[in-house]
């Protein structure tokens, strides 16, 4: 890792005529963490433009500005056109991490893959939870998934002509790139990926089955990526609709991103919103209070629910109007967070040690 460098500078006497040369220890470069949202719209809607959920971290150091290891946790539509508004290329990625298999975090893979095919980038790998049966009967397979994820260009003759083009490229297409690692989500964090100075540990929470939230530890800070993870009990009468396993997950940490919704969509507001899916997301200000109690510094909101300013959220209207950052922020102090709160726009990014 770039931190891990020790830069020597050359002092040159000379005594009597003779030269002699000895390594003089610099100060060395102080490492650091970035964390960008690659994508914040709520849900598999589309509007103004926002990409799907996803999260970049970048660790590294002042020497070479946090860039010597990118981590993409979901990959919502647009991901990489939001990765290149910030000249980070699929090959550059150095692991792909899934929180569920919902379209609205997943969209962007097969683009981010087909790129990096194209490009003959390296292997890459790809972190999530193993197969999970629904209570409902069918099986959530992040594995056959990415399995999968080239058959479209394999079928179509895209594959085929490309390697025409470049017989260097693979030709199994996108899949032939993919490293799978998967794990089975426990009740307290595991480790399910690390390089140098970066840890990745996981942990089973609710939303989807086989939904895992993940924490990022570096020298220069740690991150708790939740996901779109709710409270055990489905609805109230509850203590909160966070998760505790992502609370668990998030104690000590520097900064909590996660998805969010604001009680304006809720059932007693006459939006109309799903009374199910509006219980399933965590609230705000329930977020507000759990970053107060796990000490975090930093609440990332992401996957916002309504997006700001818009007049309905997906085919729902927004009671009393579109929101603003100031709604959620007040939704969020409302917990008892007195931290910094960033309310998720597209290409948000928040640095540790700061500027």
């Not at 003779?18 to 220890?25: E, H, I, L, N, R």
């Not at 709520?42 to 010597?68: I, K």
């Not at 969209?107 to 981010?112: K, L, R, S, V």
């Not at 993870?229 to 909160?240: C, G, H």
Request: aromatic letters at 6%.
């Amino acid at each position: 890792m770039g931190g891990e460098m020790k830069h020597l500078s050359i002092a040159i006497a000379f005594v009597g005529g003779v030269s002699f040369t000895a390594g003089v220890p610099m100060t060395q470069a102080a490492p650091c963490l970035m964390v960008t949202l690659t994508g914040t719209q709520g849900g598999p809607s589309v509007s103004n433009g926002l990409a799907g959920a996803g999260t970049l971290v970048r660790y590294g150091d002042d020497s070479n500005n946090c860039e010597a290891m990118k981590l993409q946790f979901d990959a919502g539509r647009g991901t990489n056109m939001r990765l290149s508004q910030i000249g980070v290329s699929p090959v550059q990625l150095n692991a792909i991490f899934f929180t569920h298999m919902h379209s609205d975090h997943t969209e962007g893979f097969a683009d981010i893959m087909l790129l990096r095919w194209y490009f003959k980038g390296p292997k890459i790998d790809i972190v999530c939870s193993s197969d999970a049966q629904s209570p409902l009967g069918f099986t959530n397979s992040c594995q056959k998934y990415a399995a999968h994820i080239g058959d479209a260009f394999l079928q179509s003759g895209e594959i085929a002509e490309r390697r025409s083009e470049d017989n260097a490229r693979l030709a199994g297409g996108p899949a032939d790139l993919i490293n799978m690692i998967t794990f089975d989500p426990k009740e307290e964090p595991q480790v399910v990926w690390s390089s140098g100075d970066v840890k990745v540990s996981a942990i089973r929470s609710t939303h989807t089955a086989g939904h895992a939230s993940y924490r990022v530890d570096t020298p220069a800070g740690s991150v708790v990526i939740g996901g779109d993870a709710s409270n055990d009990v489905a609805a109230p009468p509850r203590t909160s609709s966070t998760s505790d396993e992502v609370e668990r997950l998030a104690k000590g940490a520097d900064i909590i991103v996660h998805s969010t919704i604001h009680p304006v969509l809720g059932p007693d507001r006459d939006s109309g919103f799903p009374v199910r899916s509006f219980y399933r997301q965590p609230l705000a200000s329930d977020l507000g209070a759990m970053a107060k109690r796990t000490g975090a510094k930093y609440l990332m909101l992401t996957h916002l629910a309504p997006s700001l300013g818009v007049v309905r959220h997906n085919q729902w209207k927004v009671p009393d109007g579109p929101l603003t950052e100031a709604d959620y922020r007040k939704a969020v102090e409302a917990g008892g967070f007195t931290g910094v709160t960033i309310v998720g726009t597209d290409l948000a990014t928040l640095r540790l040690p700061p500027k």
